[in-house]
């Protein structure tokens, strides 16, 4: 069916892409073939973002997913069918039951359920209590949910200013007598934050769950909807009263993994699987029917409303990952700037080459916190084996035991927010106080599967992955 005249709305398209849709008489929101020197495609021609380029029209498949097509590869468009789409979330009270657990959503920017703005090609989030029930009303049955906007800031942003007013908003709601709490948080820096707020967020009652999702909820792949499901169970019904990130287990939709704040790193840019607990095992699984415990060692939830909350960061901390030839102007220009501590991610054991050694013996001279982590990830940090690492100790560097570099760094802010007395700042460090060192690492706390290997494929073979 093609219909006669001009397209009656173009949103977002302009130069050669607006005239190919004009000659064909298509329109934004038509199904539509394609015709193209490369093959036929059906889809829903969807707007495109005023910001994008005049050279492609965007279509929308039957599996959900969007491809852009050259217009100059295009040589015929047959609309079948018009039916303008409306992608905001409905919006539906949400209900209030009694007997349920009170759960409160904080959100700071991540798009845990949303919707694509095509005029800008922007996701938009879905966030109160209304807009969350009509994209995700499972929730209802879980709990009775109240949202907080905190901040809206892409992840990369998220930093001492926002921890330090989301480690007191979350004291504020445990004395209020929240029975567990969902931080919304873009994937990218989530360790960071859990990190922070384990440090800053001490021996609360309540669970408290930091969520993301890594493809969008247009997107049919998208872990969303499932992500927050387990995450407000966990807060609504887990007796894990920790600091934890609660994203996909396997690739599946099987199960999501609860992770300790300070244990865990996003280790694949994509993958929906991409959270792992390293140097240790993920506190529990968690389903929509169950909450599973992994190990025995986990913070209990209590009734009581006690929690320490200690919302300090010394900004000047900095992270440097030490490789081959290293000058030492890396380390003079952050104390020529004034910065009050440092976190390396040394090689092997914790080492740096030699030419570094001066500024280090500058830097600790100076009154600079210098403490050593390994780029390795798994392991700990043990420098009196070699020369390398005897020196470097004896030059101010301390050993920071198998503290993940990222903890390490958000911890020696968090120490030096709160003294410039470099022993008490030692004593902090070295003190666990949410599992971001432990006296060893178990059996299977390092796993890493090399594909290929005839074992491997048969056990990846023998499980759902």
Partial sequence: ?????????????????????????????????????????????????????????????????????????INDIIEQGYKQANYKIPEKEFPVTEGLPHVKLLGTGGTIASRLDYRTGAVIPAFTPGELYGAVPELADICNLTTEKLFAVFSENMGPQQYRKLAVAIGEEIEKGIDGIVIGHGTDTMHHTASALAFMVQNPPVPIVVVGSQRSSDRPSSDAALNLIHATKTAAESDIAEVMVCMFGPTSDEYGLLHRGTRVRKMHSSYRSTFRTLGDIPLATVDKEKITPLKPDYKRRRKDRDVKITPVFEERVAMVYYYPNMQRDIIDSLVDNGYKGIVIAGTGLGHVNKPV?????????????????????????????????????????????????????????????????????????????????????????????????????????????
């Fill in 1 to 73: 069916m093609r219909r006669s005249g001009v397209a009656e709305t173009m949103e977002g398209y302009k130069g050669a892409a607006l005239e190919t849709l004009e000659r064909f008489k298509a329109r934004v929101w038509s199904e539509s073939q394609i015709k193209t020197t490369r093959g036929d495609f059906t889809g829903i021609i969807l707007p495109r973002s005023e910001n994008d380029d005049d050279k492609h029209i965007v279509l929308k498949l039957a599996t959900g997913y969007n491809i852009g097509i050259a217009v100059d590869t």
């Fill in 357 to 465: 050694y001066p500024a280090i013996e500058r830097a600790t001279q100076k009154g600079v916190a210098i403490y050593m982590t390994v780029q390795t990830l798994w392991g700990f940090v043990h420098m009196f084996v070699y020369d390398t690492g005897r020196d470097l100790m004896a030059k101010g560097i301390i050993p920071a035991e198998n503290m993940l570099p990222e903890v390490a760094y958000v911890k020696l802010g968090w120490a030096l927010g709160q003294t410039d007395d470099l022993d008490k700042v030692r004593e902090i460090m070295l003190t666990p106080i949410a599992g971001e060192i432990t006296e060893r690492e178990p059996y299977n706390g390092y796993i890493v599967l090399q594909g290929g290997l005839p074992e491997v494929e048969e056990f990846l073979h023998s499980i759902h992955m």
